[in-house]
């Protein structure tokens, strides 16, 4: 995993008007300008004030990072948390990567590290409250599959670093340790996150929207164990890639949340694991 920073330090120390041509070249959508607005740093990791597609700006903030960032610690294999107590602070980033608020939360609305490497957290104040104080929006949680070839952004909270490289394609297991992940994003080696970038938004250049969330990379070339996950393709040949890193989609979260961003495992179209 890009594990917590404190997981880290201690291995260190172990879219206009006119006639269309007739041929029109191709074009690729303007790219977004990305920034740190929106973003968050938490005591060991990275994550990112979200949003859904159908959210609105009364609903009660969310924010994203990875289910290995738990402050209670990694669930099992085949564990989901939910409505889970919780007083966890979040430094708010403005664009420039400054720290402008502190949000707190007071549930883990889901938490997981079976199929995906997610935790959700639900916070005391609203979309609109942050908007009104701070100027600063959530990022909104793509609703479709991301696409090899895109141009996509790490932003991580807590290091004020932002990566830049692309989706390189997509792996039908990723194994690490106990857990198993599926369809997991596989970055482009420009993209070298480190310890404390876990639950970083990994963000689309195209929409701006969020597409991932980071969490892994295999560091030292070993096969499948902690720090150094494996892919594994559907007729379970392993492969291991030293220094490649890697996310978890993010598009099939939507639709476990209805009105309120209130979660509901048994929504139509949500896949996410169940308890």
């Keep these: 995993m890009n594990k917590p920073l404190v997981a880290a330090l201690a291995s260190l120390a172990i879219t206009g008007i006119g006639t269309a041509p007739a041929v029109a070249a191709p074009r690729q959508a303007a790219a977004v300008t990305v920034t740190f607005a ?6 060991n990791c990275s994550g990112s004030v979200i949003r859904f597609p159908n959210s609105a700006d009364s609903d009660p903030a969310l924010v994203l990072t990875n289910g290995h960032c738990l402050e209670t610690g990694f ?3 085949g564990e989901v ?5 919780s007083s966890r602070t979040f430094g ?3 664009s420039s990567g400054t720290k402008v608020a502190t949000l707190r939360a007071n549930r883990v609305v889901y938490s997981t590290m079976t199929d995906t490497d997610v935790t959700i957290y639900r916070t005391t104040t609203t979309y609109a409250a942050i908007k009104s104080s701070y100027g600063i929006s959530p990022l909104t949680v793509s609703s479709t599959h991301p696409v090899a070839g895109t141009a996509i952004k790490v932003v991580s909270g807590y290091w004020k670093t932002i990566y ?21 994003v596989r970055y482009t080696s420009a993209c070298n996150t480190i310890g404390g970038t876990s639950g970083s938004p990994v963000i689309d250049t195209s929409t701006g929207q969020v597409v991932a969330v980071n969490n892994t990379g295999n560091e030292d070339g070993e096969r499948c164990t902690v720090d150094n996950p494996c892919e594994v393709d559907a007729n379970g040949t392993v492969t291991v890639r030293q220094g ?29 694991p169940k308890p």
Excluded: H, M
């Design 38 to 43: 929106g973003t968050v740093s938490l005591s």
């Design 75 to 77: 669930p099992g294999p």
């Design 81 to 85: 948390i939910t409505g889970q107590s």
């Design 92 to 94: 708010l980033l403005n």
């Design 164 to 184: 830049s490289c692309s989706v390189d394609g997509f792996v039908y297991r990723l194994k690490e340790g106990d857990w198993t992940w599926k369809d997991s």
């Design 244 to 272: 490649i890193n890697y996310a978890e989609e993010t598009y099939n979260i939507p639709a476990c949340f209805t009105t309120g961003n209130v979660l509901n495992l048994s929504a139509s179209g949500c896949t996410l």
